[in-house]
């Protein structure tokens, strides 16, 4: 018994260390909710096995201290799950709560109808079952095929849902639901649980670093006042779409595009006014755009587009509409002044191009737009001769 009470203080401390852990986590990637999730999680499955201990260690009743701990364990159980379900963004979370309320009572009725027999662990270990499969259904549902560790997390995870599954068919042939003796099942119960509490409590910071990284890399490339690529995501981007029109020989196009008369609204109205004015401009542009088409902010009120399934003869007609549409938008009023027109100069990309050069082309041509009166399309053709 000391040994065996020795190994539950062994997997409370380990549980602690993994809830101090994650709070400190939750701290320095980004305040997450499921941080705190996951940290209450293992707090409380400290909790749980530390009055296990404690009941192999003390004589007497202690049916107080199983209905703590049972308590204890599905609430955590039930934490982790939540944990991993408010990661994917899925907040439904209600019902969870009720049926850890009717578990709690249910094995609290089992506690006190058998205060001397543990009666209540297979049905403890079934319940950790379910929220380990919840836990799983909610990661098939998050941000995996972006994350390193998606892939490996819900392996480890099925695992250990496998292990406690085999771990409560043990325990309903166990005494005094069955015959075989309570030595067996805490000899694997000993063997399988740390590991497993261990290893979700592993892959949990994992999944919390590698989502602040990822976030952090998304921050990277996306400008922050309009939310659309900014130069190094549309470069980024732009290569990938440009090495893939190569391969299957489809033409592309590249557009610059710039609001008119952009510094009166700042000098008129403050740069506040000036931001509303790039945001909702940004928003009309990408609402107008093709499937497939990319749109960035390279600075100030210009913008980059890229055209693919476009050659230099299609892409006028094809920003004049773009064009039209942008300046026929009648939320004007709404803004407090008049969205400004827009010019493009636009220029096909040869097969030997590079993207920064046919760019440079591109705002030649937009130098043109503006010296024609602004508010219209101009396309490099020379070069689409030449490409």
């Not at 539950?8 to 999730?37: C, D, E, K, M, P």
């Not at 166990?174 to 409590?201: E, K, M, N, R």
């Not at 587009?305 to 026929?328: H, K, Y």
């Not at 191009?353 to 041509?365: M, S, V």
Request: aromatic share 8%; charged share 20%; with cysteine.
């Amino acid at each position: 018994m000391t040994v065996l009470a020795l190994a539950f203080f062994g997997v409370a401390s380990t549980s602690l260390l993994l809830a101090i852990a994650l709070l400190a986590a939750f701290q320095r990637f980004g305040r997450v909710r499921h941080a705190t999730y996951w940290a209450s999680a293992f707090a409380l499955i400290a909790l749980d096995h530390t009055l296990m201990a404690m009941r192999l260690l003390t004589p007497g009743s202690h049916t107080v201290a199983n209905l703590v701990a049972c308590t204890a364990s599905l609430s955590g159980a039930t934490l982790v799950a939540l944990g991993f379900r408010e990661r994917s963004g899925l907040r439904e979370q209600g019902w969870f709560l009720g049926s850890l309320a009717i578990m709690a009572l249910g094995c609290g009725v089992l506690v006190v109808r058998f205060p001397d027999k543990p009666v209540h662990h297979p049905v403890v270990t079934a319940y950790v079952v379910v929220m380990l499969f919840f836990s799983i259904r909610a990661l098939r549902r998050g941000p995996e095929r972006e994350l390193a560790q998606g892939g490996t997390t819900l392996a480890m995870m099925s695992l250990f849902m496998a292990f406690f599954g085999a771990l409560t068919i043990l325990g309903l042939m166990t005494d005094p639901w069955g015959a075989l003796s309570s030595q067996i099942y805490h000899a694997v119960y000993v063997l399988g649980v740390p590991a497993s509490l261990t290893g979700i409590g592993l892959f949990a910071l994992f999944l919390l670093a590698e989502d602040l990284a990822h976030g952090m890399r998304h921050l990277a490339i996306v400008d922050p006042l309009t939310g659309l690529l900014n130069r190094r995501g549309f470069e980024e981007a732009a290569r990938r779409v440009k090495a893939q029109c190569r391969r299957s020989r489809t033409p592309v196009c590249v557009a610059v595009v710039d609001l008119d008369h952009f510094k009166s609204i700042n000098d008129r109205f403050g740069h506040a006014a000036g931001d509303l004015a790039l945001s909702e401009f940004a928003r009309r542009l990408q609402s107008g755009l093709r499937q497939g088409d990319l749109v960035s902010r390279a600075g100030g009120e210009e913008f980059v587009l890229l055209l693919p399934g476009v050659n230099a003869s299609e892409v006028s007609d094809l920003l004049n509409r773009l064009r039209i549409t942008l300046s026929s938008d009648q939320d004007d009023d709404a803004l407090g002044f008049t969205m400004p027109t827009a010019s493009f100069g636009a220029v096909e990309i040869g097969p030997r191009d590079l993207l920064t050069t046919c760019i440079e082309r591109a705002d030649l041509a937009l130098y043109r737009a503006k010296r024609d009166g602004r508010d219209c399309v101009r396309v490099d053709l020379d070069h689409a001769l030449t490409a």
